[in-house]
């Protein structure tokens, strides 16, 4: 069982998006010793779900800003940068 700093650092986000995604339902309740939070190592395969939902979800806010004349030449489409993971 890892506590929830253990997990934040090796899914590099902060404790407190862990609580956050707990308070806003994305995440399970974690069980609790003592009444600290802890985590089943599956608990980084969520938050890498995630992690990548939120890529896609910052690549379409670009996506909907571009001003590009078509697809060939947007950097969004053609610049490994700004395309979002792939799973």
Known sequence: MLT???VAARAGVNPSHIRYYEDVGVLPEPERVSGQRRYDEAILQRLSVIARAEAVRRWLELARE?????????????DPALIPPRA
């Open 66 to 78: 571009c001003t590009c004349p078509t697809v060939d030449v947007c950097g969004l489409f053609s």
């Open 4 to 6: 929830i700093g253990e």
